[in-house]
C-alpha cells in the first residue's frame, strides 16, 4: 500500500512516490483527461485512443472504470486501464460458469484491459522502469483492495518474460487471436499475391452466395438489433462459448467509433452479420452472428472485411480464433496475445490462482 496520498476534487488520487520525480494518478472517468494527452500516451497503438475508450466506457457502464497513471514530472510514463467486472464471460464448461458468475456478483474482476478489443489496458512509454512498474503495481493492488475485488487481472498479455512480483501468476488460457498485415493497394492486388487456389475459392464463394441468393451490404448503423444478437447468439451456442453482456449496448453504439455494420441477406431474411471497427490503423472484426447451414455467409462475410481493411488504409485486421484453417488460407497468423498476469486478493481466489497455475501452466 502507498503511504501519504492526497484525494482529488474529482474523486481519484494523486499518490507521494518514495522515487524521485514519479508520481501515480488514479482517476474514474475518461473526462478526468485531456484527449490529447491521452492519445499522445497512446502513440498510434490500436484501441487505445481516447475516442475508443469513450466508446468502450459507454457500452461497459456497468463496469466502473480506474484509470492507473504513472508520471516522471509532467512526463507520463504509464497507463493502466482498469474495469471492474461482475459479468465476464468466462470461458470455462457451463456448470462451473453457473458457480463463477454467482460468485462474481460479490466478488468481481479487477481487469486491466483496452474494452472490447481483445487488447491490453497496459501502455507503456519509453523510460518505463522497475520503479515506476512498482507504483503501477502497488496502486493497482490498492485499488484491489478499495474496491473489494476477487482477483487482478492483466489479460490478453504477450508472452514477454519480464518479471513479477511472486503473488502474480503468468497463465496461457484459450486460443490466441488472428491478425493479417495489409501491404496490398487494392483488393485485386491481395487477390493477385495469393495463390491459383485462394483465388478460385473466392470466385466460387461469390458464385454460390449468388446461387443461394445471398447479398451482402454495408451500412453504419444496425437496422434491426434483435436480429442481429440472434445470429450472434448462434455463434456462441455453437462454440459453447458464454456470451458477452455488452454486445447489445456495442452494436447500438458502433457510430461511436470508426466502423461499418455488415449483413447478408437472403431476401428480407437476415442470414448473417458483423461488425468491423477501426483505431489507429488496426481493424477489427467482431460480432460475427450467423444463421444455421448457411456457410457461403460467412465466406462473404470475411472477404468483405479484408476488401474494408483496405480501401480505408488500414495496417493490420484482427480476427477472433475460431475457424483458423480457413484465416491462415487467407494469409493470417496467429496472435500472441492469450496470456494473462493473474493475482488473487484473498484466501480462496489465491488458492483458485494456484489451481489455475497449475492446470493452466504457469510459466513465469
Not at 460479490?106 to 472490447?116: D, G
Not at 489479460?155 to 496461457?172: E, H, Y
Request: charged share 20%; glycine share 8%; aromatic share 10%.
Amino acid at each position: 500500500m502507498l503511504d501519504n496520498f492526497v484525494i482529488q476534487d474529482r474523486g481519484g488520487f494523486i499518490y507521494n512516490s518514495p522515487v524521485p520525480n514519479l508520481t501515480v494518478q488514479t482517476a474514474h472517468s475518461l473526462g478526468e483527461f485531456d484527449p490529447a494527452d491521452w492519445d499522445a500516451l497512446s502513440a498510434g497503438r490500436p484501441f487505445q485512443s481516447y475516442r475508443w475508450y469513450k466508446f468502450g466506457e459507454r457500452v461497459m457502464a456497468d463496469c466502473p472504470l480506474t484509470v492507473i497513471v504513472i508520471r516522471n514530472g509532467d512526463k507520463p510514463l504509464a497507463r493502466a486501464t482498469f474495469w471492474l467486472v461482475r459479468n465476464e464471460p468466462l470461458p470455462l464448461p457451463a456448470g462451473l460458469r453457473s458457480g463463477f458468475r454467482y460468485f462474481l456478483q460479490n466478488h468481481p474482476l479487477l481487469i486491466c484491459r483496452s474494452p472490447l478489443s481483445d487488447s491490453s489496458g497496459l501502455v507503456l512509454a519509453d523510460g518505463f522502469g522497475k520503479e515506476a512498474k512498482h507504483l503501477l503495481l502497488t496502486a493497482a493492488q490498492e485499488e484491489l483492495r478499495r474496491q473489494h475485488a476477487s482477483f487482478l487481472l492483466f489479460d490478453f498479455m504477450d508472452a514477454a518474460r519480464d518479471t513479477w512480483p511472486g503473488n502474480f501468476k503468468k497463465l496461457v488460457v484459450s486460443d490466441p487471436g488472428t491478425s493479417l498485415d495489409v501491404t496490398w493497394s487494392d483488393f485485386d492486388s491481395y487477390l493477385s499475391a495469393g495463390n491459383k487456389k485462394d483465388r478460385q475459392h473466392y470466385k466460387r464463394s461469390l458464385r454460390e452466395a449468388e446461387a443461394q441468393g445471398l447479398k451482402l451490404n454495408r451500412r453504419g448503423t444496425v437496422e434491426n438489433v434483435d436480429a442481429a444478437l440472434h445470429l450472434i447468439g448462434n455463434v456462441s451456442r455453437k462454440f459453447g462459448s458464454a456470451p458477452s453482456p455488452w454486445m447489445p449496448d456495442l452494436v447500438e453504439n458502433l457510430q461511436m467509433v470508426n466502423s461499418t455494420w455488415l449483413e447478408v441477406r437472403r431476401g428480407d431474411e437476415l442470414v448473417g452479420c458483423g461488425a468491423l471497427v477501426r483505431d489507429n490503423g488496426t481493424q477489427l472484426a467482431t460480432a460475427l452472428g450467423l444463421a444455421v447451414n448457411i456457410p457461403y455467409a460467412y465466406f462473404l462475410l470475411v472477404y468483405t472485411t479484408i476488401q474494408e481493411a483496405i480501401e480505408h488504409g488500414m495496417k493490420t485486421i484482427r480476427l477472433g480464433s475460431g475457424a483458423y484453417d480457413v484465416k491462415r488460407r487467407l494469409g493470417f497468423k496467429l496472435e500472441d496475445n492469450n496470456h494473462i498476469i493473474l493475482m488473487g486478493a484473498g484466501q480462496f481466489s489465491r488458492g483458485v490462482t494456484r489451481l489455475a497455475s497449475w492446470m493452466m501452466g504457469d510459466y513465469q
